[in-house]
């Protein structure tokens, strides 16, 4: 049996086809991939859109500097020549120098010092809020905020004045008990924890009122169940308001510990970062390095800067990754 020639000619023409390779995968992924993002893109424009405006503020106001620093710390700046490229020079120099991490030392026990009693204090405080009624509650709010809207400054003054060996308050009333007179800022052992002082007055108003509104979110059946079960006050704080409020509590331990360590006006009103530097806080370092008439003052400054805000991204994350939140809790 013959074929004819088209019989032939379309039978070789099928069998190139059946012979040709098929498109690779990573094409069709590829494509499936960008698929799935555009399906994505829009079904979820609207939400891009809501955020784009703080994404374009961050990069404008935060990442773009953040980048821009670093650039800059790589050079010698001088007010009088032109820069010259150095590479990371000056992060050897600051990493080196002991003085830096004293600060970072400090600020580490300011953060002992203060974080701790704030949180205390206005956990303490806003459990008596909570329990007052509304009229009484309102005149303790107004009360407590009051330290907010202080000055550091007008703070640090007042202070100082209270703690004067010759005269001052707090001297005149530990004379009551046979004590002092103290020279608390002059004394290195002392000054440290006399900055702490009106550090933990000025912030423990705003703490409580933001530890007054997570627990204002705790619905009040909560506790009225734990009472028909014979739960005590204690143990009803310790199951049910410190569990409830893990996401507020956090949020504060790491806003708290991170001003803490930035803490500038105090230390450099009250000691100037003495006496014999055991006031002298990160970024009090920072500002007398920068003042520093040296030629690399500037550049120097900047780095210390850049290390202490990766050193305190470092902390959060430690914090966060110690003490991990939990999902919102719907009443």
């Keep these: 049996m013959t074929m004819s020639p088209q019989t032939t000619t379309h039978m070789r023409t099928a069998a190139n086809v059946a012979l040709q390779p098929e498109p690779p995968l990573t094409g069709r ?47 010698e700046i001088s007010f009088y020549e032109d820069p010259v490229f150095v590479g990371l020079q000056f992060y050897q120099y600051v990493l080196e120098d002991p003085q830096f991490w004293r600060s970072i030392g400090i600020g580490a026990m300011y953060v002992v010092y203060t974080v701790p009693a704030i949180m205390i204090i206005a956990f303490l405080m806003a459990s008596f809020i909570r329990t007052c009624g509304i009229r009484l509650a309102g005149i303790l709010k107004t009360t407590v905020y009051i330290p907010t809207v202080v000055s550091a400054v007008v703070a640090s003054i007042v202070f100082i004045f209270m703690y004067r060996a010759d005269g001052g308050i707090i001297n005149w009333l530990l004379s009551f008990v046979g004590l002092g007179p103290y020279a608390f800022l002059s004394d290195p052992s002392l000054a440290l924890p006399a900055i702490s002082i009106p550090g933990i007055w000025l912030a423990f108003g705003i703490t409580t009122l933001i530890m007054l509104a997570g627990m204002y979110d705790i619905p009040q059946s909560y506790y009225e169940a734990a009472q028909l079960e014979g739960a005590n006050y204690v143990q009803r704080t310790f199951f049910i308001t410190v569990p409830l409020m893990k996401n507020v509590l956090l949020y ?15 230390p450099l009103v009250m000691t100037a970062g003495g006496p014999t530097n055991s006031t002298m806080t990160p970024n009090l370092f920072i500002f007398n390095t920068f003042k520093d008439p040296t030629p690399y003052a500037t550049s120097f400054s900047l780095t210390a800067a850049l290390i202490l805000f990766f050193v305190l991204g470092t902390i959060s994350v430690l914090i966060f990754r110690l003490i991990r939140s939990d999902k919102a809790i719907d009443a």
């Design 252 to 266: 504060l331990l790491v806003t708290a510990t991170i001003a803490g360590m930035q803490q500038f006006e105090l």
């Design 29 to 75: 992924r590829r494509r499936r991939t960008r698929e799935r993002i555009s399906t994505h893109l829009i079904a979820n424009r609207t939400a891009y859109l809501m955020i784009a405006p703080m994404v374009i503020l961050l990069g404008i106001f935060v990442w773009w500097p953040l980048m821009y620093s670093f650039y800059l710390s790589t050079f």
